[in-house]
C-alpha cells in the first residue's frame, strides 16, 4: 500500500457526459501528479500540482482539467467524454524535496466510456 | 521532447534464467526509476538511480544507470515465477518539475 488513495475504483459512462476523479497523496506530500494509462498510449503523464498551483502540464486533453485543493488532494476532471478516454488513471505523489522524484502511485480509477 | 526506450517488450523467459531489459532514453537526464506493474494493479516502485554508475539490488533484480550512455539495464538473475508481471522504466525531464517520462514497458513471463 503506497498510502495514495484514488476513488472511484472503477467507473462506467457513456460519452459526452462528465466524471470526477479524487486523489487523495500520501501524509505530507506536496506533489500530485496525474498519468493515463492506454494500450494505446501506454503511460502518459497529464499535469502535476504542488501545494495548489499548477507546476507542469502533459499531454492533457482541453476537455480534461484537474484542481489541488487547500487540503492537498486532487480531482481530474474530465468531460465530453470519448470512447477513446477509456482508461486506467493513475495518481501519484511526491514529496517533491529531498527524495527528488521519487513518485508513488495510487491504485488507480479504471475508467470506461461506452 | 524526451523519449524513452525499452527493449524487448515482451520477453518470455524459463525458471532459471538471467536476461537482462535495456532502457534508452534521448535527453541528459541522471534520473531514472524502475517499476513493477502486476495485471490490473498499480505501479510499484523497485528503483530509484540518481547518479551515474548507480547500482541498486533487491534480491533476484539488479539495476544500473549510465548517464554518459544514457542506458540503464534491469538485470534478471535465476528467474522465477513470481517476477512475471511488467517492468516500466521511467525518466524525469529535471528541472522545477519532476514529471515522469515511462519507456512502453516489458511485458516478462517466466514459465516453470
Known amino acids: 500500500d503506497s498510502g495514495v488513495t484514488q476513488t472511484p475504483k472503477h467507473l462506467i459512462t457513456a460519452t459526452g457526459q462528465r466524471v470526477t476523479l479524487r486523489c487523495s497523496p500520501r501524509s505530507g506530500d506536496l506533489s500530485v501528479y496525474w498519468y493515463q494509462q492506454s494500450l494505446d498510449q501506454g503511460l502518459q503523464f497529464l499535469i502535476q500540482y504542488y501545494n495548489g498551483e499548477e507546476r507542469a502540464k502533459g499531454n492533457i486533453l482541453e476537455r480534461f482539467s484537474a484542481q489541488q485543493f487547500p487540503d492537498l488532494h486532487s480531482e481530474l476532471n474530465l468531460s465530453s467524454l470519448e470512447l477513446g478516454d477509456s482508461a486506467l488513471y493513475f495518481c501519484a505523489s511526491s514529496v517533491a524535496g529531498a527524495k527528488r522524484g521519487q513518485q508513488y502511485f495510487g491504485p488507480g480509477t479504471r475508467l470506461t466510456v461506452l | ?112
Open chain 2, 1 to 112: 521532447e524526451l523519449k524513452v526506450e525499452q527493449n524487448p517488450l515482451f520477453l518470455s523467459m524459463q525458471e532459471g534464467k538471467n536476461y537482462t531489459i535495456y532502457c534508452n532514453y534521448s535527453t541528459t537526464s541522471d534520473r531514472l526509476y524502475w517499476y513493477r506493474q502486476d495485471p490490473g494493479k498499480s505501479l510499484e516502485s523497485l528503483f530509484v538511480l540518481l547518479s551515474n554508475g548507480a547500482v541498486k539490488q533487491e534480491g533476484r533484480l539488479m539495476a544500473s544507470l549510465d548517464t554518459k550512455a544514457r542506458l540503464s539495464t534491469l538485470h534478471i538473475t535465476a528467474a522465477v515465477h513470481d517476477l512475471s508481471a511488467t517492468y516500466f522504466c521511467a525518466v524525469d525531464s529535471g528541472g522545477s518539475n519532476y514529471k515522469l517520462t515511462f519507456g512502453k514497458g516489458t511485458l516478462l513471463t517466466v514459465n516453470p
